[in-house]
């Protein structure tokens, strides 16, 4: 559930309530008209409800100046909602302005963003090199590039060009500072490249398929539902910095061939969380509001989703290859 605040001129009134009739919202208040000739309207809305009193509301915001809309959370309520609304609730989609705040922020480039990647990656490396899956997984979850690829997959879904560049540029540099660190930690600090760690990013076939899909929608999925706290599992399941520093230890100790198999791995897990989170977001109704962009995002949708799965098909095609070979 949700409070809803638009603050607008006192002669939108009407069309406010037309919007909170249309969708039958819980309850609804009309404030008192100040002195600069604004007023503001209260609601409160379910979440599978919220979306499109938004969408409503967007009229108003575009035909008059300085309007206001405040979306709040609602923690509690009395009386208690009925089973009906909370079976609603249940059920519920995320805001597409809720869901673009959360995961733009993890498209910025900052300082904060490569210090979380230096730091991951040394702790991944040693994890990585020591054979200690716990600091392995300590390095999952502080690396910051789930987040890039699941905001590509929004861009997308959105037909917003502009995240999907940010999120583009913050996942290749990220992965890129991951390759040059470990690689310096690997040539000054020489080591056995036999650990379990090591090799089982070295090793991908159809169940590294399988997992990274299954994790890329589960991920999107926790976002479209609120359900955050599912995205460390997700980063632990389907990690991209540990095949990201294996392939800069394996250039570091000059093993060619086990740092294009990493690679493989990589690039495996990229375009399968890509790909599915894409899927999720189309399936869960996330589109932009305008009928132009809609139609712009479809498009995009269908190219970048055939895209990944025919790039995925190549991955395949080189990963039985090199099985071949070996």
Known sequence: MKYVEVIVKAESAGTILEIAQKHKILDFRLGIVGEDGKQAARMLVTDNAIQSVLDDLQVIHGSHPSPVIVVLPVETSLPEPSDHVRKEEDSATATRESLYEEIEKNTQLNLNFVILILLSTCVGTVGLIEDDVTIVIGAMVIAPLLGPNLAFGLGAALGD????????????VGIILAIILSFVISVFWPSDISSLELTARTKV???????????????ALSLTTGL?????????????????????????????????AAGLLLSVNIVCINMASKIVFFL???????WLKKKKAKHSMVV???????????LVILIYARRSLA
């Open 304 to 314: 970048f989703i055939f895209g990944w799965l025919l790039t995925l098909i190549v």
């Open 161 to 172: 060009s502009e995240l999907m560049r940010k999120a583009a540029l913050s996942g290749t």
């Open 284 to 290: 869960k109704g996330i589109h932009p509001r305008t």
């Open 205 to 219: 076939g159809m169940d590294s398929i399988i997992l990274a899909l299954a994790s890329g929608a589960a991920a």
């Open 228 to 260: 955050s706290n599912i995205l460390v599992g997700v980063m632990v399941a389907v990690a991209l910095l540990p095949p990201a520093a294996t392939i800069g230890i394996m250039l570091g100790q000059g093993n060619i061939s086990l740092a294009i």
